[in-house]
């Protein structure tokens, strides 16, 4: 494509839209009269608005329904009596007898209420060694089926179930894990199983249903590494939560399970989600766990049942095979993978122009509390002008004025004490894109659940002359603890290395440097 | 005209003719479908929000202090709802932590116009999805998102130029 190309890509878009002026229609005639590729494109966009104004009017078309459901349910909800609970609470107040009557009940109900937990949450495990099970298993073997409570398929019935079959092999670093996907639209509603298998770092996505095909992609050494270092943390985040969320479960009943007794846990998360797991009274083995979600109703219903969870099973032969399926093409090979970018699964934001773009890459929490972020905000179309932002920024300085600066952290939940204050450590640059390395220091005493809720990245802008955007909280998860100097390079200094063009750390960054400014920041910071 | 018009039609409802509002609800309810679908990129879920918006404009209907501009008032209430559902999904996007998870919105058919949709950035979805409901017209859409008619422009410039990549790329794991 030449340059000319670039220019006219935006007027054949505008050509599409109807709105290109009349002397700048002439010329992408011109143009397109001797560009081939150019033609191409506006005959995809032009069939593309065919297929967006057919896939808008199949919507629009039920418009009509839509709307008197609306009145229907408004109508509903104006003549239906008000009987809320606090009113019918307030009825029950008024009678000087009626409030000494609830008082009793509310007294039974209580006793009642500690005899039951008091038989049941004496067990002869601790519920809080459940990530052990993971950690110190050989293979992990969990199958299930996903529910989707909150959606119905066109007729009114139950979206069918989609099967789960997930295996870790965390001796040899492979899994094969089911990836359940669900659109709903005019059409209704459609639901795409793929598989991922992980053999070190060759992962092959197989799409299952109509495409029946496979993709490859690769990860560096380092991402498989931390993939492996990871697996316990993954496979528990999937079955109960996190440690946090498990501590705050008690014993909601009793079911066997193969023939074994289990007590049944409960707890509730900050998010709409409850957890649920059967543990072995005996020795507190997981046998099965659930995920529910609330849903329009009140009415609490299964998400995610693993209904098997068994450990160190030889997998079946073939598990972690990279070979596509029989009658499954390939769209590309192991040769020509896709390489899949370091960004700890967070994402990013972009502006609505996308000029600026800004995101977490990967974050470790050191042993005193604070943290290591590798963060990124550039202008994808100006890079060379950012590399003038890192001119004069110093190990322990202030950050770089990057255009959105991340300047501090704070706890993502609970008390927003302490402020985490940002200094400057190193930065890398991989492919014309910048990455900054900061080290965030406490001012106080962190919550003892703040590694597991995450932090809030507080931002400002730099540029006056930018349009400015806001975006939802961004927060960041750290890895895990980093506390002595083997952890440091491997880890810490592998992502920087990971992220620089030459594949090498900056040569200024250890960890007793870090632990010093660390300590040298809360010492000038303390009251 | 018809803020005008919203305006006579709000004091009714004001008073004892709560029916009244029946009327607004026909001549807004599109708009505000049209808007909660090219936030939330899902049709179920916008004619959720939109239901509880319109409910919500008329339980608070008291509360708008300017009659005539009930339409940016009631499109305002659909943005907010739409940003509380989409923050409780993204929580529960994250919470069964990885590659196993149940995403609602994720597109792995990249060949699918709708899933294709859903992937582009809100910013570039929402005025594509009025560009179809408001016939075209970018004067409309602009007054809705109260951005100025060539932004709106450059807006759906860009979601058919991305919507565009996104249909032809190769896709993620």
Same mark, same amino acid.
């Given at each position: 494509m030449s340059n000319d190309c670039h220019k006219f890509r935006d007027r054949i878009a505008d050509f599409v839209t109807g709105i290109l002026a009349e002397p700048d229609s002439r010329e992408l005639q011109e143009h397109l009269s001797t560009c081939a590729p150019c033609r191409d494109y506006l005959q995809a966009l032009k069939q593309e608005d065919a297929s967006l104004t057919e896939y808008f009017a199949g919507i629009d078309e039920a418009m009509a329904h839509r709307q008197e459901r609306a009145l229907q349910m408004i109508e509903c909800s104006r003549t239906k009596e008000k009987t809320d609970t606090t009113s019918i609470w307030r009825e029950i107040m008024k009678s000087h007898y009626s409030r000494l009557a609830a008082a009793a009940a509310i007294l039974v109900l209580a006793a009642v209420a500690l005899i039951i937990l008091d038989k049941s949450t004496a067990p002869a495990y601790a519920i809080t060694d459940l990530p052990r099970q993971f950690e110190q298993a050989r293979t992990i073997h969990v199958r299930g089926w996903h529910y989707f409570p909150e959606y119905a398929m066109p007729d009114g019935s139950d979206v069918p179930p989609s099967a789960i079959d997930n295996w870790t092999d965390v001796e040899h670093a492979r899994s094969r894990y089911t990836t359940t996907t669900l659109t709903s639209g005019a059409d209704g509603v459609k639901v795409y199983v793929s598989e991922v298998v992980r053999d070190g770092p060759s992962w092959m996505r197989i799409d299952h249903g109509d495409r029946r095909s496979v993709t490859y992609f690769h990860v560096s050494e380092y991402q498989q590494k931390l993939g492996v270092r990871q697996i316990?943390?993954?496979?528990?985040?999937? %079955?109960?939560?996190?440690?946090?969320?498990?501590?705050?479960?008690?014993?909601?009943?009793?079911?066997?399970?193969?023939?074994?007794?289990?007590?049944?846990?409960?707890?509730?998360?900050?998010?709409?989600?409850?957890? @649920?797991?059967?543990?072995?009274?005996?020795?507190?083995?997981?046998?099965?766990?659930q995920f529910l979600r609330k849903v329009d109703s009140g009415q609490w219903k299964v998400a995610t049942d693993y209904s098997l969870i068994e450990y160190n099973v030889e997998p079946p032969a073939g598990t972690f095979s990279l070979e596509p399926p029989?009658?499954?093409?390939?769209?590309?090979?192991?040769?020509?993978?896709?390489?899949?970018?370091?960004?700890?699964?967070?994402?990013?934001?972009?502006?609505?122009?996308?000029?600026?773009?800004?995101?977490?890459?990967?974050?470790?929490?050191?042993?005193?509390?604070?943290?290591?972020?590798?963060?990124?905000?550039?202008?994808?179309?100006?890079?060379?002008?950012?590399?003038?932002?890192?001119?004069?920024?110093?190990?322990?300085?202030?950050?770089?004025? %990057?255009?959105?600066?991340?300047?501090? =952290?704070?706890?993502?939940?609970?008390?927003?004490?302490?402020?985490?204050?940002?200094?400057? %450590?190193?930065?890398?640059r991989k492919q014309g894109r910048f990455a900054e390395w900061s080290l965030y220091v406490p001012n106080g005493t962190p919550p003892a659940d703040v590694q597991a809720t995450g932090y809030e990245m507080l931002y400002r802008w730099n540029l006056e002359f930018a349009q400015h955007f806001t975006f939802d909280h961004m927060t960041v998860k750290p890895e895990f603890t980093i506390d002595t100097t083997a952890e440091f390079d491997e880890w810490v200094l592998g992502a920087m290395a990971e992220l620089s063009g030459d594949g090498k750390a900056p040569a200024d960054v250890t960890y007793q440097k870090v632990i010093d400014l660390a300590q040298q920041v809360r010492t000038s910071v303390a009251p | 005209m018809n803020d005008q018009a919203d305006e006579s039609v709000v004091r009714t409802c004001r008073g004892d003719d709560k029916a009244a509002y029946t009327i607004l609800v026909r001549r807004h309810y599109r708009h505000v479908f049209a808007l909660c679908l090219g936030m939330l990129a899902n049709v179920h879920?916008?004619?959720?929000?939109?239901?509880?918006?319109? =409910?919500?404009?008329?339980?608070?209907?008291?509360?708008?202090?300017?009659?005539?501009?009930?339409?940016?008032?009631?499109?305002?209430?659909?943005?907010?709802?739409?940003?509380?559902?989409? @923050?409780? @999904?993204?929580?529960?996007?994250?919470?069964p932590v990885e590659p196993e998870a149940v995403s609602v919105s994720k597109a792995q058919d990249n060949h699918d116009l709708e899933g294709a949709i859903a992937r582009l950035p809100q910013e570039l979805r929402l005025p594509l999805t009025l560009f179809y409901f408001e016939h075209r017209d970018a004067r409309s859409i602009a007054k809705k998102l109260n951005i100025s008619p060539s932004l709106a422009y450059e807006r759906i410039r860009m979601a058919r130029q991305t919507l565009h990549e996104l249909l032809t790329e190769k896709g993620y794991p």
């Amino acid at each position: 494509m030449s340059n000319d190309c670039h220019k006219f890509r935006d007027r054949i878009a505008d050509f599409v839209t109807g709105i290109l002026a009349e002397p700048d229609s002439r010329e992408l005639q011109e143009h397109l009269s001797t560009c081939a590729p150019c033609r191409d494109y506006l005959q995809a966009l032009k069939q593309e608005d065919a297929s967006l104004t057919e896939y808008f009017a199949g919507i629009d078309e039920a418009m009509a329904h839509r709307q008197e459901r609306a009145l229907q349910m408004i109508e509903c909800s104006r003549t239906k009596e008000k009987t809320d609970t606090t009113s019918i609470w307030r009825e029950i107040m008024k009678s000087h007898y009626s409030r000494l009557a609830a008082a009793a009940a509310i007294l039974v109900l209580a006793a009642v209420a500690l005899i039951i937990l008091d038989k049941s949450t004496a067990p002869a495990y601790a519920i809080t060694d459940l990530p052990r099970q993971f950690e110190q298993a050989r293979t992990i073997h969990v199958r299930g089926w996903h529910y989707f409570p909150e959606y119905a398929m066109p007729d009114g019935s139950d979206v069918p179930p989609s099967a789960i079959d997930n295996w870790t092999d965390v001796e040899h670093a492979r899994s094969r894990y089911t990836t359940t996907t669900l659109t709903s639209g005019a059409d209704g509603v459609k639901v795409y199983v793929s598989e991922v298998v992980r053999d070190g770092p060759s992962w092959m996505r197989i799409d299952h249903g109509d495409r029946r095909s496979v993709t490859y992609f690769h990860v560096s050494e380092y991402q498989q590494k931390l993939g492996v270092r990871q697996i316990s943390k993954l496979i528990s985040g999937q %079955l109960f939560g996190d440690i946090t969320q498990i501590s705050t479960s008690i014993v909601v009943g009793a079911e066997r399970i193969d023939g074994v007794a289990c007590d049944i846990w409960q707890s509730d998360d900050a998010h709409g989600g409850r957890w @649920r797991q059967w543990l072995s009274a005996d020795t507190g083995r997981l046998a099965r766990a659930q995920f529910l979600r609330k849903v329009d109703s009140g009415q609490w219903k299964v998400a995610t049942d693993y209904s098997l969870i068994e450990y160190n099973v030889e997998p079946p032969a073939g598990t972690f095979s990279l070979e596509p399926p029989e009658g499954y093409t390939a769209s590309n090979s192991p040769e020509t993978a896709y390489f899949v970018e370091l960004d700890g699964g967070h994402g990013g934001w972009s502006d609505e122009n996308w000029h600026y773009s800004c995101g977490p890459k990967v974050a470790f929490a050191l042993a005193d509390g604070s943290i290591v972020l590798g963060w990124q905000s550039f202008d994808p179309k100006d890079a060379e002008k950012q590399a003038l932002l890192f001119e004069g920024v110093t190990f322990g300085g202030p950050l770089p004025k %990057l255009p959105i600066e991340f300047y501090a =952290l704070k706890p993502a939940e609970g008390p927003s004490e302490p402020l985490y204050t940002g200094y400057h %450590l190193a930065f890398t640059r991989k492919q014309g894109r910048f990455a900054e390395w900061s080290l965030y220091v406490p001012n106080g005493t962190p919550p003892a659940d703040v590694q597991a809720t995450g932090y809030e990245m507080l931002y400002r802008w730099n540029l006056e002359f930018a349009q400015h955007f806001t975006f939802d909280h961004m927060t960041v998860k750290p890895e895990f603890t980093i506390d002595t100097t083997a952890e440091f390079d491997e880890w810490v200094l592998g992502a920087m290395a990971e992220l620089s063009g030459d594949g090498k750390a900056p040569a200024d960054v250890t960890y007793q440097k870090v632990i010093d400014l660390a300590q040298q920041v809360r010492t000038s910071v303390a009251p | 005209m018809n803020d005008q018009a919203d305006e006579s039609v709000v004091r009714t409802c004001r008073g004892d003719d709560k029916a009244a509002y029946t009327i607004l609800v026909r001549r807004h309810y599109r708009h505000v479908f049209a808007l909660c679908l090219g936030m939330l990129a899902n049709v179920h879920d916008a004619e959720d929000v939109a239901q509880e918006t319109m =409910l919500k404009g008329l339980l608070s209907l008291r509360k708008l202090a300017k009659p005539q501009q009930f339409e940016s008032w009631i499109l305002r209430i659909a943005r907010n709802l739409c940003i509380d559902l989409l @923050r409780r @999904r993204k929580r529960i996007k994250v919470l069964p932590v990885e590659p196993e998870a149940v995403s609602v919105s994720k597109a792995q058919d990249n060949h699918d116009l709708e899933g294709a949709i859903a992937r582009l950035p809100q910013e570039l979805r929402l005025p594509l999805t009025l560009f179809y409901f408001e016939h075209r017209d970018a004067r409309s859409i602009a007054k809705k998102l109260n951005i100025s008619p060539s932004l709106a422009y450059e807006r759906i410039r860009m979601a058919r130029q991305t919507l565009h990549e996104l249909l032809t790329e190769k896709g993620y794991p």
